[in-house]
């Protein structure tokens, strides 16, 4: 299966510009500056071309109904919308003239539509019987050339030209001579320039650079030879953080890189400078679902699909831990809090199961509990002098539970149990370890009081009146609260006053993670669209967020920066509070620092990660992603 990718350079300005998502980035790397163009529709932006002169920039998207977008460079604003394909483009490019746009639709809508953009009309069209991965245009405009499955095609604009009718006719189309190539994947094309303008290179996903001549024919190809660097272990250390994908990889991402401004090579610091470690694969590719990181920075525990726990030592990267822990997939894993004295990893699973290992006994099973009547979607540790443990699930209830030493060793008894009327999809608990926020189907966050269970204050947790909160993740400090939307957004707010403090979008799928970095700059979040966002926080937040870190450490009971407090129950039944969103959102600004995207950057790699919605089964398998599914993070 091959992934859908998107580059292109400007070469007058040498501007590059890639897709990540539902966003452009623009990236100059001379000045090691990014500026974004956003897709306002969320859809994804699969293809994208400069225009010869590079004021302008071509986009294809997914989706029913997808647009062919034109973008003014400079003022990063929409010029023209083409809309004719019905369920996806997958290769947009300008003609050398820049009279014309050519776009080619997906597997699934197959036409070739040739555009006067600027007249918003198609004045050449024609079928396409192949998968098409790649369009040049010739020197001198007068033909254009598609690739793909078994497919190299010239097609034929000069009667084009002439055409002054309303209606568009058929395009002339003649297919390359293939030869003895003929089976083969060709899956990119560039047309010669210059002493080279009669001829056409291409490329196939077996690494053969093919050269057609004037006459369509192959006239000679090269086998590409490429030598693959030896990975370099690299250890965990401030600034990186990894990340879990559904193509069964786990990456270590570095941030710190990104501070450098002498770099020999400007293009690392937005595709990073650390080395892919792929940690595990296998051929029936389930997926990683979770992944979590032990205190020490010593393990990588992390679960997938099939129920399979596996843990790995970081250090040395060897695989000390392979056990089928559940019947079926593993949607979270916590490891315990070192200050209380127990070295402790849970797992919960889709089961309806929670096992307790002991990370100090070779993870021998300490406990399994079996409370829960449907998937549990969290579970999470909160103990400072005595360890409790609380798990949250799609059976919409809330379970408490306390640490006893028996006899035996260490058993968790419930302490309280509460049951909401929604469904409860992801949970995280507080600084302090006194309170633990829950995000639920119906948009809202729940805050409980962990020693007494009782639900102490409950508000929005989106700004959309549409979807469910499918993470939240409270940040270092424990004064704000970030959430992810299945309306694909994500928001911030106030913990303890509920007041949203900044939203923003970039992804064209549901996020499925979203972690706070430890100094307090930065939101990572990651998504079903293959691609991991680096937000940068206003200064305003990340000033308050270490401040109250700072009288945390000199006081552990130190209150919130705010006047407001938890002391207050909301009814379940009541109506949810109304706020006045707008009056903060102008001095508060969320930038997006940096995109990744894993369909580009396949040999580059992400570090920790909560874990991903429980109902993203279903929404992945309808989406018909070909990219790898990010689904988690963690630091």
Request: aromatic share 6%; proline share 4%; charged share 25%.
């Amino acid at each position: 299966m091959f992934k859908q990718c998107a580059l292109a350079c400007d070469p007058r300005s040498g501007l590059v510009a890639y897709p990540a998502g539902c966003v452009v980035v623009l990236l100059n790397p001379k000045k090691n500056r990014q500026h974004h163009i956003i897709n306002t529709s969320r859809k994804t932006i699969t293809a994208l071309s400069f225009s010869p002169d590079g004021k302008h920039l071509v986009t294809g998207e997914s989706g029913h109904l997808p647009a062919v977008r034109v973008w003014d460079v400079a003022e990063r604003k929409q010029v023209a919308e083409l809309q004719k394909h019905k369920y996806g483009v997958s290769c947009v490019a300008f003609s050398p003239n820049g009279k014309y746009i050519v776009s080619v639709g997906n597997q699934h809508d197959m036409m070739v539509n040739v555009w006067a953009w600027k007249k918003d009309v198609i004045v050449a069209a024609n079928k396409v019987s192949s998968k098409v991965k790649g369009v040049s245009f010739s020197e001198d405009s007068s033909y254009f050339v598609t690739v793909g499955n078994r497919h190299v095609k010239f097609w034929y604009l000069d009667h084009c030209k002439a055409n002054k009718a309303s209606a568009p006719v058929p395009l002339l189309g003649r297919s390359g001579l293939l030869g003895e190539l003929r089976n083969n994947f060709f899956c990119d094309v560039a047309c010669g320039r210059g002493s080279k303008s009669d001829s056409t290179f291409c490329i196939t996903s077996s690494g053969l650079l093919c050269e057609f001549n004037s006459k369509r024919m192959l006239d000679k190809w090269v086998d590409l030879r490429v030598n693959v660097p030896e990975e370099v272990a690299s250890g965990l250390s401030s600034g990186a953080f990894l990340t879990s994908s559904a193509d069964n990889t786990v990456r270590v991402w570095r941030m710190d890189d990104w501070t450098q401004t002498h770099s020999p090579n400007i293009l690392s610091q937005v595709r990073l400078t650390s080395k892919i470690r792929i940690l595990f694969s296998s051929e029936t590719r389930t997926g990683i679902r979770t992944i979590c990181v032990s205190p020490d920075g010593k393990h990588l525990a992390s679960g997938d699909r099939n129920g399979m726990l596996r843990v790995h030592d970081l250090s040395s990267m060897k695989e000390i831990l392979k056990v089928e822990a559940h019947d079926a997939e593993i949607l979270s894993l916590k490891y315990s809090k070192p200050e209380t004295g127990l070295k402790l990893l849970a797992t919960a699973s889709r089961d309806r199961l929670i096992h307790v290992l002991d990370a100090e006994d070779d993870y021998s099973l300490v406990q399994t509990l079996d409370e829960h009547s449907s998937s549990i979607t969290a579970v999470r540790f909160a103990g400072e002098t005595l360890e409790k443990m609380i798990s949250c699930g799609a059976d919409k209830s809330i379970y408490f539970r306390t640490a006893h030493k028996t006899d035996k060793g260490t058993e968790f008894r419930r302490s309280h149990h509460m049951v909401r009327k929604t469904t409860l999809y992801d949970m995280d608990v507080d600084a302090t370890c006194k309170y633990a926020a829950v995000g639920c189907q119906d948009r809202c966050i729940r805050i409980f009081n962990i020693s007494s269970g009782k639900q102490k204050k409950l508000y929005k947790g989106s700004l959309s009146e549409d979807g469910s909160l499918l993470r939240v993740q409270i940040d270092p400090s424990g004064q704000y609260v970030a959430t992810s939307c299945s309306d694909k957004t994500i928001s911030i707010f106030d913990f303890y006053t509920g007041e949203c403090v900044a939203t923003m979008f970039g992804h064209s799928e549901i996020v499925t993670g979203i972690k706070f970095t430890s100094d307090c700059r930065h939101l990572i979040s990651v998504s079903g669209d293959s691609c991991i966002f680096v937000w940068r926080l206003s200064p305003e937040l990340t000033i308050t967020m270490r401040e109250r870190l700072h009288r945390l450490r000199e006081n552990p009971n130190t209150p919130p920066s705010k006047t407001s407090s938890l002391s207050q129950v909301i009814p379940e039944s009541s109506k949810r509070p109304r706020r006045r969103w707008s009056h903060r959102m102008g001095s508060l600004e969320v930038m997006v620092k940096s995109m990744l995207d894993l369909t580009q950057l396949e040999t580059f790699a992400p570090k920790k990660n909560p874990s991903c919605p429980p109902h993203d089964r279903e929404r992945q398998s309808s989406l018909g992603l070909q990219e790898p599914v990010v689904r988690s993070v963690c630091l």
